[in-house]
């Protein structure tokens, strides 16, 4: 799915931008299993479910038939393990060893000897706040997924997750201007972001509340899981792009 509309501030370069979804995860298991929270099994740190390594598989093969795979020059995801694996998963370079288990990889999903693109993780991105829910250590992200780079956070305990309520729509939108915006500050042309349903869907609305009325209604409904939408900016304006690439 693509679109247009203004960009946060002037840029003088062409961006395309292409959000996604993580895939699948075992908290989403849960929600479907049981509406009642109170019977469901409350993950810290959710991995991917069987579905989503499915999903991962799919889309993967899917941007690589697109070409999309081999133009992306940068991948920018949340630190925490799902859209680690998904990132990992879709984006890792050229496979060793078809059997292989481990880093954060199952189900066929094969380790990678070097990353291509490049893989960064971002704070910026992650999901919302809410009590309960953290990552792992840094050094336990570098450990599991060694192909990552975690140069860009700081801190090695999680402590951003300390919050006894959960946070708002609009902090979450707030964070999404301040990260497009760092992103259109980068030399990169053409960037993939695995992040979080609601921190994508508020992004995409506080876009379109604040600088670009045009964008569709369409473009803002809720994420699926491991679901593509690909904005371009220039200089005053942001085009929605191509195929949505959903996954059920």
Known sequence: METTAAAP???NQKLVIHLIRHAHG???LESERHRD???RIQYADPELSPLGWQQVREQRKDLSASGLLERIELVVTSPLTRTLQTSVGIFGSPLKDENTVGNGYQNGIKT???NHPPIIASELCRERLSKGRSRGSISQCRSRFPQVDFSLIEREDDILWEADERESD????AKGIKFIKWLLARKEK???VVSHGVFLQQTLIALKNEFDSS???EFLTPFGNCEIRSL????ESVVRLGQDYKKN
């Open 37 to 39: 929270p109170l019977k």
């Open 9 to 11: 501030y002037h840029s």
């Open 232 to 235: 371009k900016f220039f200089r």
């Open 170 to 173: 609009e902090s979450v939108a």
């Open 26 to 28: 075992l908290h989403n």
């Open 112 to 114: 990678p000897i070097f």
């Open 190 to 192: 053409e960037i993939a």
């Open 215 to 217: 964008i569709e209604k």
